[in-house]
């Protein structure tokens, strides 16, 4: 037990070494200094359409309806060529929220809706790709995967001005 002492002041030192070091390896996996951190961050193709929720209401459906198997991709995604938002202004909290066929149709799916919002914030590749265009997990309602590569992400939210 002579050895405890000694062995506590080691980690300590080893402790505050890593503490100190860990920003500057952090700035070195990611540089600050880029004009799209976005594109740094996701390396993908990040777009953005604004649209109605009543005009894409089938799709949105569609896309909530197959929420479940989605949920499963969504955590095994690392690269996407293209993350396309679209902004269904007229479904955003400040307009009411989705009509009504789309509200129903999350109210049905609203555990793995849920999930699904959870999966996208522990995804850092999506989660960066909506922060950047300042969607919360919350107003994600649906994604669809158009083909391998590509992500549509459905938020009832309006796009930032």
């Known amino acids: 037990m ?6 506590a002041r080691w980690s300590s030192v080893v402790a505050v070494t890593l503490f100190t070091a860990a920003p500057h ?11 799209r951190p976005d594109a740094a961050i996701v390396d993908s193709d990040i777009r953005q359409e604004e649209t109605l929720a009543r005009t894409e209401a089938g799709k949105v459906i569609t896309a909530i309806d197959r929420t479940r198997e989605n949920i499963g991709t969504v955590r095994k995604t690392t690269k996407l060529d293209t993350v396309d938002i679209v902004f269904l202004t007229d479904a955003a909290r400040s307009e009411g929220g ?3 066929a789309i509200e129903n149709k999350v109210k049905q799916h609203q555990d793995d809706v849920a999930e699904l919002r959870q999966e996208i914030e522990a995804n850092a590749l999506l989660f ?3 922060d950047s265009r300042r969607v919360m997990a919350e107003d994600v309602l649906a994604v669809e995967f158009d083909n391998p590569g590509k992500i549509v992400i459905y938020a009832a939210a309006k796009p930032p001005k």
């Open 25 to 35: 390896a952090a700035s070195a996996a990611q540089p600050l200094n880029n004009d």
């Open 2 to 7: 002579a050895n405890a002492p000694r062995l």
């Open 98 to 100: 989705p009509p009504p």
């Open 128 to 130: 960066n790709a909506i």
